[in-house]
């Protein structure tokens, strides 16, 4: 859809982007309670669960990389005139981070979130599979081919960050699944899965 969004605090059209997402925000987005964090800690623990799941998928559809916290379009729903204040956007974020989907950038001010749009381990995992079922065991391909590569279009590491993906092959490194080569550049380094 939109290719290599870093964040949408440098768009001018970031609000756009939630109109185009529009007919795939789930219908809880349309609750008004949603953007009440809840008293009750089972009731609460599920709200977060499920802004956990829009954050992701938001993120991931749109290739954005980096979660501004106070220029995110998600926390204000116009349609039904609600929002979050920023306490609550805090606590929601602090949730995403400590769930492990995402990482301050900036741990002082915590203004800056990168999406884990994966896990590293899911990641790993994602992309052995993808190895074996493509015959890649065996063989070397590069980070670029593993990032960018037409065999890699509709796979969950896809346009993935590189740090993530990187962080992935040490996964699978430490699990004795492939070893990675230095390359002339960090794109070209190779990686032989075993």
């Not at 008004?32 to 669960?49: A, D, H, M, N």
């Not at 001010?109 to 065991?137: C, F, H, M």
């Not at 960050?161 to 004795?176: F, T």
């Not at 492939?178 to 032989?192: A, L, R």
Request: net charge negative; aromatic share 12%; hydrophobic share 35%.
């Amino acid at each position: 859809m939109i290719d290599n969004i870093l964040a949408y605090e440098h768009l001018s059209f970031w609000p756009a982007l939630l109109t185009l997402f529009d007919p795939k925000l789930p219908d809880f987005y349309h609750f008004p309670p949603f953007f009440t964090i809840q008293p009750v800690l089972s009731t609460r623990e599920k709200q977060l669960g499920q802004w956990r799941q829009l954050i992701l998928k938001y993120h991931t559809d749109l290739k954005i990389k980096t979660l501004v916290l106070h220029e995110c379009p998600l926390w204000k729903n116009k349609s039904i005139d609600r929002q979050l204040d920023k306490d609550e956007i805090q606590l929601v974020v602090e949730d995403l981070v400590k769930s492990g989907y995402g990482e301050w950038e900036d741990e002082h001010t915590k203004t800056r979130v990168r999406i884990l749009w994966r896990k590293p381990e899911q990641l790993a995992s994602d992309i052995y599979d993808w190895a074996v079922a493509n015959g890649y065991v065996n063989s070397i391909c590069t980070v670029y081919e593993l990032h960018s590569g037409e065999d890699v279009n509709g796979m969950s590491f896809q346009g993935v960050d590189e740090e993530l993906l990187r962080r992935a092959l040490e996964v699978l490194e430490r699990q004795g699944k492939c070893t990675v080569f230095q390359g002339e550049t960090s794109e070209e380094d190779g990686i032989k899965f075993l």
